[in-house]
């Protein structure tokens, strides 16, 4: 599978997983405790785990923009 296929499938994924933790966090009052358990302490071990395959899938992006040597300044 390519990294494109894969982001595909991830990124979707992901954007259900933060709309999951968010929803959750500012419903708390209105579910039970083991649905809250369920959804937002479970939701938040997956959406850890999908973060860090999105980062490893996008690696080559992070170390291009923020690893990157930058020219000395002329002095």
Request: hydrophobic residues 50%; charged residues 15%.
């Amino acid at each position: 599978m390519t990294k494109a296929k894969a982001l595909k499938i991830v990124n979707p994924i992901l954007a259900v997983l933060f709309i999951n933790q968010a929803c959750t966090g500012i419903f708390h009052g209105n579910l039970s405790h083991e649905a809250f358990e369920i959804l937002h302490e479970g939701g938040g071990i997956a959406l850890i785990i999908a973060g860090v395959i999105h980062t490893w899938l996008n690696w080559n992006w992070v170390a291009a923009n923020f690893f990157r040597k930058r020219p000395t300044p002329a002095k």
